[in-house]
């Protein structure tokens, strides 16, 4: 009797994480040999590691070409030769190598190495701007270059800024999935937005979990960021979340497939 009851809890908690997390690669595969943040072989890594999605973020130079770097500065604010990407030249910011040695990639040579093999999705996250302008700007960019590399089906979009999710709604094609990142509205809203995913922090989640079914039977996305600690991966891949974002995916693959059989 007792084995019965442990195999029909045992049964329930399988039924509870039935459905199977995706995982993204936050800044690509970085954490390993020869690896950076948001480097080509990251995005290469990531690749060869067979997870869903490797994340970038882009930045617009001032001289108006799309980079792959995190911003604002690079390297880090306070840094003796940081720049502020967005107020220097793409020649000036590239100089300074990426950790792994790397030159730092422009958004061309990033969907060039995501076309070799559009199994592993980029996720492109593109970031706040001084002005809507320059937001529209970046945007117009980066759905451009996208079509161009033919790769509309194998990119999804990411924001913090809700002007600049909605003029990726405006400009990409119909259909495209573009998350919201800020954490602040709630799936309802996001929805009316027009948008197809909430991708909210970790600690969000944790404060507002109702929020990831609710988005669910709106038919939105639930991704969560930047999901490292072991227990941590345990809780979202049980609360049955669609994307885990993390700078661990190795550990993420490993708990999934332990945890939702
Ligand atoms: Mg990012």
Redesign the pocket.
Known sequence: MKKLIIMSIMTLAGLAVSAQPQVIA??GFHATDGSARNSIAALEKAQKLGVFGS???VNLSKDGEVLVV?GDWHPKRGEEGAVHVQRETAETIRAIKLENGETMPTLDQYLATAKKDPATKLII?IKKHATPARETEIVEAVVKKVAEYGLQEHVEY?AFRPFVCMEIKRLAPEGTKIAYLNGDYTPEYVKGMGLTGIDYKFSVLKKHPKWIKQAQKLGLTVNVWTVNEEEDLRWVIEQGVDYITTDNPVLAKKLIAEMCK
């Open positions: 936050h800044r994340e970038c973020d995190h996250e990411i």
